[in-house]
Structure formats: C-alpha cells, structure tokens
C-alpha cells in the first residue's frame, strides 16, 4: 500500500491486512504498542493451541509425541520457516537453542570451516550478543575481531565492508535490520564481497524475520540465525533457528561443537561415540523445545496466508508514515533510522535527549515503545497488529510527553 | 511407605499422595505410563496456566512482562528450585537453555578451572549425551577421556573411580541416577574423592531431580545439570536448569564460553565489551525461555506442597511393588537395576531378549514403557502420578506380551 494521506482513519480502511489486527490478543486497545520488534503480540489463537497441546498432544501422547511429531518437528517448522519467511529450500533451516547459542555455533563452525584465517569483522553498533559471541569465539580460538565503524543512523554497507576484507577475513557477522537504527543491510552485495574474499557471512536476521522479504538461498548467504518472539510471534524466549546453506552440509564442511544426542546420526542407537547426523539435523544439541515452538507454528500459518511480501508493504507505509508524523509534529526529535524505505526495516528510532524520560512516562500511559542507549525511542511497527490510529496515537503520545 | 502386600489396591489406599494423582492430565486412565522418567505427565493446572500466560501475562504486560517478572524468573525459577528440589542455598541455580547446552557450559567451565590438569573421568554407560559433550570439548581443548567401565546393571561407584583419579584428573562427570539402570550414584562419596585428587565433579540430576532428593550443597558438588521435563513435568524439551557451588562464583573462578547479554553485568548497557555478571546469571547466554518454564512452575508448586521425601517415599515402594511382582510373576526376566532400593532411583530396567517387540506390542495396547538398546524394557514410575494399580497392570501386560 502507497502512503496518499497522513488521515489514520483513511489508511486502516484502506490496509488490505486490517481484517488480521482481531486475530491478535490485546490489538484492539487499549494499550499503544510500538514495541513488535522486541515481542510480539501473540495470536488468540496461540492461547487455545497451548491449553490443547497440554491436554491433548503433551498429555494424551505422552511419550509417543516425540515418534509421531515433535522429533522431527525442529526440521518440519524449519522448512515451513524457509519456505514461507527465509527464501530457503528445505533442508537448511533448523528450529532450537536461543539466538546467542546458535550464533556460538556459527561463529564456531564458521571460523573452524576457514582455517588458517585470522579475523571476523562485526561492526561495533550490532547487537551485543552478536559482539558477546564473536569477541568470546574469537579469544578461545586465537582470532583477531575487526571492528567497523558505521554510520550509527545506518549500518554496515558495502563501502564499509569492502576495504577491511582480504586473505585473512574467515567471517563477516552482520545484522540483516540493524536493532538500534533499523538499517537494513544489502545482504547480496555484502555476500558477495565476502565471498571474493573468501570469507563465510554470518547473518543475524531476529529483527528482519518474518517483516522484510528474506532470501537467503538467492543471495547465497552461508549461515544465519534468527529469533521467533519478534515478527514471529512466538512468546518471550520462543526458540531461535538458525539456517546453514546446503552446500556446507552436502560437504559435510559445517561442524558445530555443542555435541549432543538430539544431532546425532542415530539419536536412540545411543552409541560409543558421537557422529554428527547428516544434513540440518547436525545443527541440534539437546531436546528441542517444543512448547516454546507451539506460537511460532501459528504465526508461520498467518504469514503463509499472507505472504511476506504484502507484509512489508505496510510495514513500509506504517513506517513512512511514523516518519512523516514526526517531520510534521515533532519538530525537535531527529529521526535516527535510514530515510529511504528500501534500506528501512520494520522500527524507527527517533532521537532526543530526554527520550529515556519520555520512554518512561509513556509506558505510564500505556504507550509501549522501547528505549535504546544513549537517545532513542525506538518505534516498532509489527506489520499484521498495528493500526496506523496506534501510531498517529503513538507519535501524538511521544509530542505530549515531550512537551 | 512400605510395602506391606502385593495387592495394589490395598497398597493404593495406604498411599498418602494417592490424592495427587488426580492433579495429572489422564492419569485416571485409560492409558497405563510408565515411561514418567522420559516425559512426565501435565498437571492440569498447566493447561489453564499456559492460556491464561498468552492471554494475560505476554498479551497483557507485553514488552513489560521482562521488567515485572522474566527477566528474573531464570534465577527466582532457580532459587525456588534449589529450595525445593535440590539442596541449595539461593543464587547458585539458573533455569535455561538444553541439557545438552548446558552441559556443554559446564564442561568447559570446569577444564578452565583446573588448567594443566588433562583428563575427564566419565563412564561408557553415561547417558549419550554426556559422552558427546565429553568427548567434544575434550578434543577442542586438547584433552584425553578416561572413559570408565561399570557394572552395566548398576553404575559409577567409588571403587570404579578411586583407581582413575589422580594430580591429571581435572572433571568426572556421573549422572546421579543412571538412564539404564536406574542406578543411585553415591555422590557424597564420588564427590570426596574427585575433590581428593583435586578434581571438580560435573553430576547430572535428569534422572533424579524431582524424584530422589538431592543435596548439592551439603554433598559439596561443584557443577550440576538437570532437565524438568521428566520427575519435573515441564513439558516435552522444557528448559534445563544448571547449579553452579557458591564458591565457584564467589571467586569468580567460573566462566562459561556462550558470552550472551542475559549472561552480562548490564543487559541493557549494550556496552562494547562481555563482562559477565556476578553470580549465577552468568551461566545465562541468549532470552531465557519463558514459555517453557510455566510447566515446571507449576510442578515446583506440588513438590513444594508434598516435599521430596514423601515422594521419594513412594518411589520406593513402587518400584520395589513392581521388582516383587517381576520376581514373582515374570521368572524369564531379569532386573537389570540395583535391587537395593538405597541404591536405585524411580526407575526399573527389565532385561529379557524379546523386549524390543514386547514395548511395541504394549505401546499398541496403551501400556507405555520405553526401550533402551540392547535388550531393557525400563519402567519409570513417577510418583505423584503413578498408581500402585498401574503398575500392576503394566508388569501383568508385560507378562502378557511375552507369552
């Protein structure tokens, strides 16, 4: 949808996705929820489905569950992942662990598929736990971190990237929508950069899954890492996924070193020694979590519906209309996030001096944003539950507090 | 209780935590489960528990649910847990991530802790993944496995691990009741003699938290692991907890290589570097996994009510209920456990050739035991949901398949 006036009231009735907002707890008021992009609100229906699996699935099949569904279930939501929200064809997409497990596992397996190269670049304005894991792996494997400089209202681009890169870069780690900015990244230019370099890419996709087109087999991408509790919708804490490209796995170059018996070749032979399984299973530790997976299965049925794309056609409109709000009335507040939609993800994040204050009250009020070190008041903008009235209410809020 | 008859509905009557059953999804029949040890039963209260959580708690509090209550709940979960389940003084037990993973932690931390010293003592009968994680972090960290054999009808004993320890021995590793056998590991003794030699001991609880009661601080351990979806009816893939001794903390000796921002001294500071928080959050790496708590909540609850003893009370009778009436009616079968229930946890291992089939064919008949290779038909009998008529049932079924 096109952005043809700055009136809520016109945009919900003209937003093709509006009739989905009532499948979500909560949508309909009275709370203002700019914060998607650090949980999502769950679908009504994730309520009934869990009361149903406790009662029926959990304590009706007990035992057998993990023989008839949930053993494989890691692999099946995975591929449905890929093929509904990653750009990724079956096979490569695995559901468990949190986020920052699954980046040590990729950064591990990373840095042990480039031997004799002694660096990973991360820019300094990714998320912590990406910096977290990278810094750690790097110590205990005796690498070297080459840390970028970006554009803190952007993030990391090709002209950043390009002059860092040589014989000696194993990874490139970067964010596909930055978190603190909303940047989102060209992954295929960045990927190609780090392939004639003869590098692996580490993509960290949580704040792009599930609101901007992902195609991770397209842009070659080698390994990525998403969570399921933002614009996937699955609880706080839901488990993460992490994708590794086939060709690492038809290789048998891709080895992560959280050897357990759920990634074995045989899970229930339970032999002498470990022998990782062939494919995406090998990316598996320990007992998948299969309660934390129960909203993201809903969630992948809703966008399966939709698709991604009409998904990021109102995220591009709700945030261009943010934008334009805050142009309009917010003459103090500096817009911290790229301006140009195509390179914009699904928040904004408007800067101010006082906006840890105005975080603060507005939660007083029922206004949800978040707030992010040092000034920003960051505006996310969940695509299938947020109305164009809660963010014109949103910014309205923000010009009150400030006032 | 003791066992006064062989007739379960006398044995039944007698049981004073026979009213809990009824707290259990379908623990009234028609389904007989003895396979409590791989995936414990629901409470009812679950069920209720995890809609009202979607509807009230995520739906309602959103983003906020993290300051009022999550982002603690790992180490209040933890607390209660060490209280109620596992001998510990608060601020050593954090709830998180999978058996496997944590594990994986813990291994690490420990070789860490005693540098120069170049092997891990773990028995060939451990559960598989132990052995995985074992033999992974040992080749990473250029160490040797001494890899002990046990009495396969039993496990690590004091006069299997005496021989082995030595100024090289830097981790045994032992599961407190061993998967197989049901074997009750001695550990206090285990304990004395790893940390004669200088050695920490890494023990794993999945088996007998919940059901056996455990006394980490007294025994002096200095690394535990448990899972909460077997004796802790957490659901299938609930979150492990880990407990790390106060005085591996205190001075700071235990370091963990996932660095994440919930393990950090400041989550939300964002800062350039990891500095790992004081305590036991620094076991923590990625979100905690909120969802997949609320089942072990609530068993926290029942077991805080009941206590462990009177639970483990029971379990012994059940399981020397059902050793008596293999005895008795199953002559071709042997008990492949400990028949000292002082040495024996809440599950029995019945050995005969034919067991493969005969648990297919019971599986068929709604009589749910499990297999383990090569010829173990194990019985787990959870307590609080486990009648003595159950099993009962079960051993004449088993009886049944085998003629």
């Given amino acids: 949808?096109?952005?043809?006036?700055?009136?809520?009231?016109?945009?919900?009735?003209?937003?093709?996705?509006?009739?989905?907002?009532?499948?979500?707890?909560?949508?309909?008021?009275?709370?203002?929820?700019?914060?998607?992009?650090?949980?999502?609100?769950?679908?009504?229906?994730?309520?009934?489905?869990?009361?149903?699996?406790?009662?029926?699935?959990?304590?009706?099949?007990?035992?057998?569950?993990?023989?008839?569904?949930?053993?494989?279930?890691?692999?099946?939501?995975?591929?449905?992942?890929?093929?509904?929200?990653?750009?990724?064809?079956?096979?490569?997409?695995?559901?468990?662990?949190?986020?920052?497990?699954?980046?040590?596992?990729?950064?591990?397996?990373?840095?042990?598929?480039?031997?004799?190269?002694?660096?990973?670049?991360?820019?300094?304005?990714?998320?912590?736990?990406?910096r977290y894991v990278v810094e750690g792996v790097a110590r205990e494997c005796g690498l070297t971190v080459r840390w970028l400089d970006v554009d803190p209202d952007g993030g990391m681009t090709a002209e950043d990237l390009a002059p860092v890169l040589g014989p000696d870069t194993a990874l490139v780690v970067v964010s596909h929508v930055a978190y603190k900015s909303g940047h989102l990244a060209d992954l295929e230019t960045l990927t190609r950069l780090a392939h004639d370099a003869g590098a692996w890419i580490l993509v960290d996709l949580c704040h792009s899954g599930g609101s901007v087109p992902v195609e991770l087999d397209a842009w070659e991408i080698d390994v990525a890492v998403g969570c399921s509790y933002k614009y996937l919708n699955g609880g706080p804490g839901a488990p993460a996924y992490g994708y590794v490209a086939a060709r690492h796995l038809a290789d048998d170059t891709f080895a992560q070193p959280v050897q357990g018996w759920m990634g074995a070749a045989d899970s229930f032979a339970m032999g002498p020694a470990y022998a990782p399984a062939a494919g995406i299973r090998r990316l598996l530790s320990g007992t998948p979590p299969i309660v934390g997976m129960l909203g993201l299965e809903d969630m992948v049925d809703l966008l399966e519906q939709t698709g991604v794309g009409a998904v990021r056609a109102k995220s591009v409109a709700l945030t261009e209309y943010a934008v334009a709000l805050v142009d309009r009335d917010l003459p103090g507040v500096r817009i911290a996030s790229p301006r140009d939609p195509a390179r914009r993800g699904g928040h904004v994040t408007l800067a101010h001096p006082r906006m840890r204050e105005v975080t603060a009250a507005l939660w007083e009020r029922d206004v949800i944003p978040d707030f992010r070190m040092p000034d920003g008041l960051r505006i996310g903008l969940s695509p299938l539950s947020t109305s164009f009235a809660e963010v014109a209410a949103g910014v309205a809020a923000i010009g009150a507090a400030l006032a």
């Avoid at 016109?10 to 309909?28: I, N, Q, T, Y």
């Avoid at 949980?39 to 406790?54: K, W």
């Fill in 1 to 130: 949808m096109t952005l043809t006036s700055l009136d809520a009231a016109a945009l919900d009735a003209a937003d093709p996705l509006a009739g989905h907002r009532s499948r979500f707890v909560g949508a309909e008021g009275p709370i203002v929820y700019l914060d998607g992009n650090s949980l999502g609100r769950p679908l009504r229906a994730t309520a009934a489905r869990m009361a149903a699996f406790v009662e029926e699935e959990w304590g009706g099949r007990l035992i057998r569950g993990w023989d008839e569904r949930w053993f494989e279930l890691p692999l099946t939501l995975g591929d449905r992942l890929g093929r509904v929200v990653l750009g990724a064809a079956p096979g490569q997409v695995a559901v468990g662990d949190s986020t920052t497990v699954l980046l040590y596992k990729m950064v591990r397996a990373a840095v042990a598929a480039r031997p004799g190269r002694r660096e990973i670049v991360v820019d300094r304005d990714n998320f912590p736990t990406d």
